[in-house]
């Protein structure tokens, strides 16, 4: 009886070990492209936030701030 239960633990740590090692390298893999997609998306977004900021001018803004008394953008 004692060998069929250590055998069995045996068995499942084999299988446990097994399942790690294979499946540890496709989740590296996943956690890789995930922060490539994201540093890419993040990139694009800088490009245009940079854009958007270039648009901005002091003489506009005064003259919204002369006009209304507040600056919303």
Same mark, same amino acid.
Do not use: C, P
């Given at each position: 009886? $004692? @060998?069929?239960?250590? =055998?069995? =633990?045996?068995?499942?740590? =084999?299988?446990?070990?097994?399942?790690?090692?294979?499946?540890?390298?496709?989740?590296? @893999?996943?956690?890789?492209?995930?922060?490539?997609?994201? #540093?890419?998306?993040?990139?694009?977004?800088?490009?245009?936030?940079?854009?958007?900021? #270039? $648009?901005?001018?002091?003489?506009?803004? @005064?003259?919204?701030?002369?006009? #209304?008394?507040?600056?919303? @953008?």
């Amino acid at each position: 009886m $004692k @060998r069929y239960v250590f =055998v069995f =633990v045996l068995g499942a740590a =084999v299988g446990a070990v097994g399942h790690w090692y294979f499946t540890e390298g496709n989740g590296q @893999r996943d956690w890789r492209q995930a922060r490539e997609r994201v #540093s890419r998306g993040a990139g694009r977004h800088a490009e245009n936030v940079r854009g958007a900021a #270039s $648009k901005v001018w002091t003489n506009d803004i @005064r003259e919204e701030l002369a006009r #209304s008394g507040m600056v919303v @953008r």
